[in-house]
């Protein structure tokens, strides 16, 4: 079956701009997190998403949202970006949340550069 | 709060001789504990995971790892290094509700020397 798809892969945005960076997880899967990765901060929680709902949020500035849609997939969006916010961004999949021992699915990632 | 300590950001072996990545966790009560990879340019994949049960967990590629209570920690290795082995490697835990979300360590670089 098909992975977790995020698109697009790579994108270069200037200071001030917004993005949205789109995520489609794994059939079946209604469960949507996204994370932020950095060589200095490593892997930070974002927002997680379950039947259109924000079920979790880390502890990041509201620049930062995300949504999901009727058919799981799911959205986030920076807005007024910051040269802090160049990154990987990933996206994780799981059947359900509130099932600990539930494999998480990744993507293969969005490379953010702001210049 | 849960958290994830993963000691040593990068290291080096040889070919062929034993690996060993070390992770100790935080955790009020027994968590669900993880081994992801993650090669150049890609997202994580799941190495394997330790939920109930036995507590020597085999996964995939040759990697096993061993959940000890008594000492909070839960170390991956493998007897005999590849150069295919050469990535980043995550530890992380979750909470027996799920009702929180992954938190991972900082990851540690793996580099494999012919």
């Known amino acids: 079956k098909a992975g977790v798809t995020q698109t697009p892969r790579y994108l270069i945005k200037t200071r001030g701009q917004q993005v949205t960076l789109s995520c489609s997880p794994i059939?079946?899967?209604?469960?949507v997190s996204w994370y932020q990765q950095t060589p200095g901060q490593g892997l930070q929680f974002l927002f997680e998403?379950?039947?259109?709902?924000?079920?979790n949020k880390g502890n990041f500035p509201g620049r930062f949202s995300g949504r999901q849609f009727s058919n799981s997939r799911s959205e986030m969006n920076v807005s007024t970006l910051e040269l802090g916010d160049s990154a990987l961004y990933l996206c994780?999949?799981?059947?359900?949340?509130?099932?600990?021992?539930?494999?998480?699915?990744f993507g293969q990632g969005t490379r953010l550069t702001v210049v | 709060a849960q958290s994830v300590t993963q000691l040593g950001s990068h290291v080096s072996v040889s070919e062929g001789a034993l690996v060993l990545l070390r992770c100790n966790y935080s955790?009020?009560?027994?968590?669900?504990l993880f081994w992801y990879v993650q090669y150049p340019n890609q997202g994580l994949q799941l190495l394997l995971k330790?939920?109930?049960?036995?507590?020597l967990v085999k996964g995939i590629n040759g990697f096993e790892a061993e959940f000890k209570k008594s000492e909070t920690s839960f170390h991956l290795t493998k007897p005999s290094a590849h150069m295919s082995d050469a990535a980043e490697y995550f530890c992380?835990?979750?909470?027996?509700?799920?009702?929180?979300?992954?938190?991972f360590g900082k990851g540690t670089r793996l580099s494999v020397i012919a």
């Open positions: 059939s079946g899967h209604r469960s």
């Open positions: 330790y939920t109930t049960g036995a507590t």
């Open positions: 955790s009020s009560v027994p968590p669900y």
């Open positions: 994780a999949s799981s059947l359900a949340p509130g099932q600990g021992n539930t494999e998480a699915f």
């Open positions: 992380a835990v979750s909470s027996l509700s799920g009702n929180t979300p992954l938190v």
């Open positions: 998403y379950f039947s259109e709902t924000q079920r």
